[in-house]
T-cell receptor
Framework: AQSVSQHNHHVILSEAASLELGCNYS??????LFWYVQYPGQHLQLLLK??????LVKGIKGFEAEFIKSKFSFNLRKPSVQWSDTAEYFC???????????FGAGTRLTVKP | DTAVSQTPKYLVTQMGNDKSIKCEQN?????MYWYKQDSKKFLKIMFS???????INETVPNRFSPKSPDKAHLNLHINSLELGDSAVYFC???????????????FGPGTRLTVL
């Protein structure tokens, strides 16, 4: 069965530190990949997505992610985090159909000022 | 201007009751979804629906039923509420893509359901 793993449950960083959140999926076919962010008390918003083409994807707010097909990974990165990046981050994978959407368990990021 | 809206935002009710949550999108998308987010923030898809097909996640109890009066609305009806139904329910919409996949999903603000 398709699954999505986010390695870190809770990450705590100081402002200006670099960020990398891991995401691995298990699915044998072609997938669409997403990172969503949920700020405290708000709904999920798209950070970035990968469907095809350049495996290094740039998103909003300085985030980027790299798709490495051989590792079934889609890690999220940001070179310098800000306090306002404090949120829950979700990796998601869309497989063969509309309902075949799997979210990872989420990683809570806390950025200390 | 809200793209995906849900009502109510909070819903507190007793076990055994029947309740509905409404969802509307004004993005012109052809597909809508319902998700359940539990207390540990785990997000699980319950249904996806476009104007042709309803797809039900097999783990969703049949007490939950989506109803779509038109393309812009997908309401969620829950019968005989149980304690374990307490969660935040998110509605979302997207445009379907060729090959049957979904493009970016736009989420509503969520409905926090508490069953006492």
């Amino acid at each position: 069965a398709q699954s999505v793993s986010q390695h870190n449950h809770h990450v705590i960083l100081s402002e200006a530190a670099s960020l990398e959140l891991g995401c691995n999926y298990s699915y044998g076919g072609t997938v669409n990949l997403f990172w969503y962010v949920q700020y405290p008390g708000q709904h999920l918003q798209l950070l970035l997505k990968y469907f095809s083409g350049d495996p290094l994807v740039k998103g909003i707010k300085g985030f980027e992610a790299e798709f490495i097909k051989s590792k079934f990974s889609f890690n999220l990165r940001k070179p310098s985090v800000q306090w306002s990046d404090t949120a829950e981050y979700f990796c998601a994978v869309n497989g063969i159909g509309l309902n075949d959407m799997r979210f990872g368990a989420g990683t809570r990021l806390t950025v200390k000022p | 201007d809200t793209a995906v809206s849900q009502t109510p935002k909070y819903l507190v009710t007793q076990m055994g009751n029947d309740k509905s949550i409404k969802c509307e999108q004004n993005l012109g998308h052809d597909t809508m979804y319902w998700y359940k987010q539990d207390s540990k923030k785990f997000l699980k898809i319950m249904f996806s629906y476009n104007n042709k097909e309803l797809i039900i996640n097999e783990t969703v109890p049949n007490r939950f039923s989506p109803k779509s009066p038109d393309k812009a609305h997908l309401n969620l009806h829950i019968n005989s509420l149980e304690l374990g139904d307490s969660a935040v329910y998110f509605c979302a919409s997207s445009q379907g893509l060729a090959g049957g996949r979904a493009d970016t999903q736009y989420f509503g603000p969520g409905t926090r359901l508490t069953v006492l």
